[in-house]
């Protein structure tokens, strides 16, 4: 296939609402858990690219996906693959994805709103998730920066709950089952997702499953 002709694929794939069930879901392999592939939070369509699991030693602790808002999809990835992947389809431009940290990074700081969604499989404490954000996010944010964010996380996280975290603009909101925060810091709600998406990602299979998602939708 042409490189052209993938591109343009890419583009009208995106940005086209799920036609068929199989396609309504982006799905974590390892928990079986569903996510829908298009999704409305705070007033903001979310296109939603891939699905993993974070493990703590050998326990899944939660499935979770990653999502952006759904009218920046198309430029954020035909823009991408133009550049930088011109010439590759199918397992190919999967495998390259996958080993390149600078295609996450663009997901990462792309224009729009950004959400994910974790749904947990086991109960998680505040401490947990505070030690979580520091490890990610200490290299990128000031310390006292990272304390504020972990001091609006409104508790610990149970068992079958799910828990949001989304932008809108430089505000961050911090949903769990249901009981909201926010945080009203540019920098945060511009920096946050490289916790999943960054090199030292404790979810590697969710990366793993945005490249080949990209991958799969450009080589149909």
């Known amino acids: 296939m042409a490189p052209m002709r993938t591109l343009l694929l890419v583009a009208s794939l995106f940005?086209?609402?799920?036609?068929?069930?199989?396609?309504?879901?982006?799905?974590?392999?390892?928990?079986?858990t569903r996510f829908e592939a298009e999704t409305t939070v705070g007033n903001t369509r979310y296109r939603c690219l891939g699905a993993g699991?974070?493990?703590?030693?050998?326990?899944k602790a939660y499935a979770v996906t990653w999502c952006l808002q759904a009218d920046k999809v198309d430029d954020t990835?035909?823009?991408?693959?133009?550049k930088n992947h011109p010439q590759?389809?199918?397992?190919?431009?999967?495998?390259?994805?996958?080993d390149d940290q600078r295609?996450?990074?663009?997901?990462?700081?792309?224009?729009?709103?950004?959400?994910?969604?974790?749904k947990?499989?086991?109960?998680?404490?505040?401490?947990?998730?505070?030690?979580?954000?520091?490890?990610?996010?200490?290299?990128v944010l000031p310390p006292e920066k990272v304390e504020k964010l972990i001091d609006?996380?409104?508790?610990?996280?149970?068992?079958?709950?799910?828990i949001l975290l989304y932008s809108q603009g430089g505000t961050l909101v911090i949903d769990i089952a249901g009981t909201a925060r926010r945080i009203e810091d540019k920098e945060i709600a511009s920096k946050l997702w490289r916790v999943?998406?960054?090199?030292?990602?404790?979810?590697?299979?969710?990366?793993?499953?945005?490249?080949?998602?990209?991958?799969?939708?450009?080589?149909?």
């Open 88 to 98: 590759k389809t199918g397992g190919a431009l999967a495998d390259a994805l996958e």
């Open 15 to 32: 940005l086209a609402a799920p036609a068929a069930a199989a396609e309504a879901f982006v799905v974590d392999d390892s928990t079986g």
């Open 152 to 162: 609006t996380i409104p508790g610990d996280g149970k068992d079958g709950q799910k």
């Open 53 to 59: 699991v974070r493990k703590v030693f050998l326990f």
């Open 120 to 139: 947990l499989v086991r109960d998680i404490s505040k401490d947990q998730i505070a030690g979580a954000f520091r490890d990610s996010l200490g290299d």
């Open 196 to 220: 999943w998406l960054g090199p030292g990602s404790p979810t590697p299979s969710l990366k793993d499953s945005i490249a080949r998602q990209v991958a799969a939708k450009a080589s149909t």
């Open 103 to 118: 295609f996450f990074d663009a997901l990462s700081s792309a224009p729009g709103d950004k959400l994910v969604v974790m």
């Open 77 to 82: 990835l035909v823009g991408y693959l133009k």
